[in-house]
């Protein structure tokens, strides 16, 4: 089973929808958790991080379940401007912070 | 954010060259350093981790003769590929993480070559 695992994607949707990622982990012990987006032939960029309690900034939610070692995203509204590779990410080291990132999942949001 | 500059941006280099990327954090200090490489239509994968002063930790697979780590300072780390052959070409992308925080910041990444 592969440490980090997001759906294959890719996810093509019309401006407004709803779209949402899903994300399971392998390590039990892993402490934090991530949302990044990649553009295209860049760096990844922090989107947020996602707590137990689940948390939401703006358009996106997160949403955290320890017990199944699921990790959700939750984009809402989507503009065009939220196309890019959304990578979930996961600190597998604790203390030794270890990113483990998934394969992502590549979003275009069509006009 | 924080800002971390990575060069160059892109490199082609012949086979059996070595090639230096350069990593330098703009306004913090970083304590620990990654390298990561990204083939295409795959993950980000952690090749090195390392602490100013101190030798780097290779993850398992990656050779270190090969891919040397350099953290000198608590602001720059360089990797170096030496020997390049076609099967390195790949996006080679640095992480610094500050003392205070627990959020990694990404240099803009590099996109190597080798023909």
């Known amino acids: 089973r592969k440490e980090v695992e997001q759906d294959p994607g890719p996810f093509n949707v019309p401006e407004g929808a709803t779209v949402a990622f899903n994300c399971t982990y392998s390590?039990?012990?892993?402490?934090?958790f991530f949302w990044y987006r990649q553009d295209c032939r860049k760096e990844p960029k922090l989107l947020m991080s996602v707590y137990s309690s689940g948390n939401e900034d703006g358009r996106f939610t997160a949403q955290l379940n320890r017990a199944s070692q699921y990790i959700s995203l939750l984009i809402r509204d989507s503009k065009l401007s939220d196309s890019a590779t959304y990578l979930c990410?996961?600190?597998?080291?604790?203390?030794?912070?270890?990113?483990?990132f998934g394969k992502g999942t590549l979003l275009t949001v069509n006009p | 954010g924080a800002v971390v500059s990575q060069h160059p941006s892109r490199v082609i280099c012949k086979s059996g060259t070595s090639v230096k990327i350069e990593c330098r954090s703009l306004?913090?200090?970083?304590?620990?350093m990654f390298w990561y490489r990204q083939f295409p239509k795959q993950s980000l994968m952690l090749m090195a981790t390392s602490n100013e002063g101190s030798k780097a930790t290779y993850e398992q697979g990656v050779e270190k003769d090969k891919f040397l780590i350099n953290h000198a300072s608590l602001t720059l780390s360089t990797l170096t590929v030496t020997s390049a052959h076609p099967e390195d070409s790949s996006f080679y992308i640095c992480s610094f993480r500050d003392r205070e925080n627990t959020e990694a910041f990404f240099g803009q990444g590099t996109r190597l070559t080798v023909v």
């Open positions: 990410v996961v600190n597998s080291g604790g203390s030794n912070y270890k990113l483990t």
């Open positions: 306004d913090f200090q970083a304590t620990t």
């Open positions: 390590n039990s012990a892993s402490q934090s």
